[in-house]
């Protein structure tokens, strides 16, 4: 076990809703990413936080947000939610920026 | 062009043999690399970095080519529970040095009885 978890593990939304994932990271990490996954491909980079802020994003649209805290846990946002964006939200961390990365088991979102 | 690419196979593999892959990226900066292996509806978990000087992890051997931009892993004598896909991952560093994990789709490979 990595020691990151995240939650909830599945979720149901309806288009054009909001949803709020969260993830704990592994004790000693200060660095977490966020990936989605969607069936038959890697993971995609949507951003990565590293002391509580931002520290790189890939192409996700605006309505992807995220936080993290002073005990380095982190929450990943999305607005308005699209089919499209169903998918496995996959938290990683990590020691820093580079290094290697040890991913939660993921939150399986659908929407409808 | 993708940034990195995998063959997604799948490599049906007798129990016992040997079974190796690439993986090629298109940034020649690229710093660190990583191969994970990811179970059917299962996060990806970290099976080794891959150092300049190529490196083994028991069974496990994974190689760098920088001048031809590939990585590679080769599996020996493959074991039924080394059916997975194979992700491999490269660290995209930036000029601000920060790390950006860059995944392929992954190759699978099915080991048979």
């Known amino acids: 076990e990595t020691g990151v978890t995240q939650s909830p593990t599945h979720l149901i939304k309806t288009r054009g809703q909001q949803v709020t994932l969260r993830c704990s990271s592994q004790s000693g990490h200060n660095t977490v990413s966020w990936y989605q996954q969607a069936l038959g491909q890697g993971p995609q980079f949507i951003f990565q936080?590293?002391?509580?802020?931002?520290?790189g994003r890939g192409n996700f649209p605006p309505r992807f947000s995220g936080l993290q805290f002073p005990n380095y846990s982190s929450e990943l946002n999305v607005n308005a939610l699209e089919l499209d964006d169903s998918a496995l939200y996959l938290c990683?961390?990590?020691?820093?920026?580079?290094?290697?990365?040890?991913f939660g088991p993921g939150t399986r979102l659908t929407v409808t | 062009r993708k940034e990195v690419e995998q063959d997604p196979g799948p490599f049906n593999v007798p129990e016992g043999a040997t079974v190796a892959f690439n993986c090629t990226y298109s940034n020649s900066a690229s710093q660190s690399f990583f191969w994970y292996r990811q179970d059917c509806r299962k996060e990806p978990k970290l099976l080794m970095s891959?150092?300049?000087s190529g490196n083994e992890d028991g069974r496990f051997t994974a190689q760098l080519n920088r001048a031809s931009q590939y990585i590679s892993l080769l599996i020996r004598d493959s074991k039924l529970s080394d059916s997975a896909t194979y992700l491999c991952v490269v660290n995209m560093a930036l000029a601000d040095s920060w790390g950006k994990l860059q995944f392929g789709a992954g190759t699978q490979v099915v080991v048979t009885p």
């Open positions: 990683a961390s990590s020691a820093g920026t580079g290094y290697e990365q040890y």
């Open positions: 891959v150092y300049s």
């Open positions: 936080y590293y002391r509580e802020e931002e520290n």
